[in-house]
């Protein structure tokens, strides 16, 4: 498989290529043994990872049937068919295929031998542990026999509030292997937030920590947890783990060392249906109950087998990291390298402390091969001015993720000055509807400064006009429009459908529409220019709040910002709103002119704010990202709680000062 380059018709258009492919690592990337593997045994041959794209979004059944046999999936029951129909809502994928995601995760293979490390484990104050595939085989039976004395079968739910830590990973493998279903909140969500995601599902068993760390300080939570066993119809059981404390007691419930005490529990693993449900993740939930989404264990396996081991090139003997809570999708798929025998590193607590350091020390200390984080904590890290490649021995980085956000382009070059020009940026961005990317990286690809260098295998994205017709170099709606293993099985209490039709398949009949304003270049790359539903619509002009953020916040004295267009709010002028949380000393009077001076000439002068206002802090969902649609719909005049659940925001006074302003106008 040649590597990837610019043809000569688009090459001057070109943004600057910031890495490119080493051709002796590109040539052994498991990317490439598929290629081979492909042209050997389906006869495709790809020239490159276009042709190789083109066929998987082409020929869906011979793609992911091919994948399937490439990864060694485990059936217990082979499917009579790959896919019976492509229509979505509805694709039925692999009928009549048995077999459990934690048995792949876990059956003795290459890098899952006893003694290969499966996990390591920091937190915050300190607290590190290494566990073998061996002990952690040991570790999910014991926890899975504890499920069992508690009643919990196939179909049941199991829920935690549980911070990234060993145990929360036992409990859900444990579950996975039960053909149980799983799902799990960050203990920092607020009681009215964990309530309304854990008590649509009625779950069978709480496993719930006594309390977490964050920022220096502990926090006890048992009196949430307490009250949130009382409201959760048809609970048997409350485990609590003893995380802050080892002698941490809750009257009632489960000790975890005792529901993990039979030491020699068999494992084993019930054989699902290919779309029999793996966990529940939840929306946002910022205008209404969050939605319970629910996938496969066959399309999870699939989808992340092939995310983690062709596109970040993640294998046995690696060490995959990457900074999330078990409230965010990239938890779930940062489990997958489990299924692909490389290490996961598991960090709890926060990013920044002491200092924002504390990640690259970890990755320095514990080899981390692909870190991946936060576009935030990267722009932070440049801000700060820190330069990991002179403080901090990170050579095992060979790869840096980026998804929440836009990474900027100053985050590009940072990536490269600071960190190291041989370190391959997988900017990516994908959604928990999902669970993985869409666009993002593959290691036979170049960069390009700004870009997502690629559509992922089996994803055929498009950007969509108002008509529904495909561009090229044009901004448009994000869409795919060919269905994948792992798009939800359905909507929790969603019987029909109709919640899930609703929410992707409304405009464009057929289409998934996702949300996001994406143009997709001649190269094949993509940017990413935040959420459509928040486009800046300025005189017929549009353009994402992303362009408007990375110009902004470019600027050393602002430290955070919201913009809102209320144009279409009116139906007349409306205006521009920049919202700025300003760094300490800085003062709005000073920055002002170089903003407006900034914004016209990198943006345009349609798009310089009617009025810049000073905030104390952007308010943020759980997951962190910025809440524009709420903000929105309250500047417009909406009922508070019809525009914003105040218990799916992890900052929810922050509302104030919008709900101040939209009183005054």
């Known amino acids: 498989m040649s ?106 293979g290459r890098g899952r031998a006893d003694a290969d490390a499966a996990v390591v484990f920091l937190r915050e104050d300190g607290e590190q542990a290494r566990v073998s595939y061996g002990e952690l085989r040991a570790q999910v039976a014991a926890a899975r026999a504890g499920l069992v004395a508690a009643g919990v079968g196939r179909g049941d739910r199991v829920v935690a509030l549980a911070p990234n830590c060993v145990q929360t990973l036992v409990a859900f493998l444990a579950t996975a292997s039960l053909g149980a279903i799983w799902s799990s909140c960050s203990p920092d969500f607020g009681a009215r937030a964990v309530h309304d995601r854990f008590a649509q599902i009625e779950p069978a068993v709480l496993i719930a920590v006594d309390g977490y760390f964050y920022g220096g300080k502990s926090y006890d939570i048992r009196e949430t947890v307490d009250a949130l066993r009382g409201q959760l119809t048809g609970l048997r059981q409350t485990v609590l783990i003893p995380y802050v404390s080892a002698s941490a007691a809750l009257p009632g419930a489960v000790a975890w060392p005792e529901f993990t005490a039979e030491a020699a529990a068999a494992l084993e693993f019930e054989p699902v249906p290919f779309d029999h449900p793996l966990w529940v993740l939840y929306s946002s939930g910022t205008t209404g109950l969050p939605k319970g989404i629910v996938h496969g264990h066959g399309g999870i396996v699939l989808e992340h087998i092939k995310s983690v081991r062709l596109q970040f090139d993640v294998g046995p003997g690696e060490r ?18 489990l299924l692909v025998g490389a290490t996961v590193v598991l960090y709890d607590g926060s990013p920044g402390y002491p200092d924002l350091g504390a990640l690259w020390k970890m990755a320095r200390d514990h080899r981390v091969t692909v870190f991946g984080v936060s576009a935030g904590y990267l722009q932070a890290c440049l801000k700060q001015g820190l330069r990991p490649r002179d ?262 006074a922050a509302l104030d000062p919008f709900i101040k302003l939209a009183a005054s106008r």
């Open 3 to 108: 590597l990837d380059s610019d043809s000569d018709s688009d090459a001057d258009a070109a943004p600057e290529r910031i890495w490119t492919p080493n051709p002796g690592r590109a040539q052994a990337s498991a990317l490439t043994a598929f290629v081979d593997w492909v042209a050997a045994h389906r006869g495709v041959r790809a020239a490159d990872y276009a042709e190789l794209h083109e066929w998987s979004v082409t020929d869906l059944a011979g793609f992911w049937s091919g994948l399937a046999e490439f990864a060694g999936v485990i059936w217990h029951d082979r499917p009579s068919a790959v896919l019976t129909s492509r229509e979505m809502p509805g694709a039925r994928w692999f009928p009549g295929g048995t077999l459990n995601y934690a048995e792949h995760a876990l059956a003795p």
């Open 320 to 337: 995959f990291f990457w900074f999330t809570t078990t409230g965010w999708m990239m938890w779930n798929l940062l489990l997958g390298g």
């Open 391 to 652: 403080d901090y021995d990170v050579s095992s980085i060979r790869a840096i993720g980026s998804t929440g956000s836009p990474l900027s382009s100053e985050g590009f070059r940072w990536i490269v000055d600071a960190v190291g020009s041989d370190v391959q940026i997988i900017s990516c961005s994908g959604g928990t509807e999902l669970c993985t990317a869409f666009v993002g990286g593959a290691p036979t690809v170049p960069v390009w400064l700004g870009e997502l260098s690629c559509a992922a295998l089996g994803a055929e994205v498009q950007a969509f006009d108002e008509e529904g017709t495909a561009r090229i170099d044009e901004v448009g709606e994000l869409v795919l429009t060919e269905p994948m293993p792992s798009m939800p099985v359905f909507f929790w209490n969603d019987p029909d459908g109709t919640r899930l039709r609703e929410a992707y398949f409304e405009d464009y009949p057929g289409v998934w529409r996702h949300g996001d304003w994406i143009k997709i270049t001649p190269r094949g790359s993509s940017v990413i220019y935040g959420r459509s539903d928040s486009t800046l619509n300025r005189g017929g002009v549009r353009m994402g709040t992303a362009d408007f953020y990375a110009v902004v916040e470019a600027l050393d004295e602002v430290a955070d910002s919201l913009v809102i267009d209320t144009t279409a709010l009116s139906g007349t002028g409306g205006e521009l709103l920049c919202f700025l949380v300003l760094a300490p000393g800085a003062a709005l009077d000073d920055i002002e002119p170089t903003l407006r001076a900034e914004l016209r000439r990198e943006l345009s002068p349609r798009h310089v704010p009617d009025r810049f206002v000073v905030i104390g802090e952007v308010p943020r969902t759980l997951n962190g990202k910025k809440c524009e649609v709420p903000v929105k719909k309250i500047l417009a005049g909406h009922e508070v709680d019809k525009a914003v659940s105040r218990g799916a925001l992890a900052n929810p």
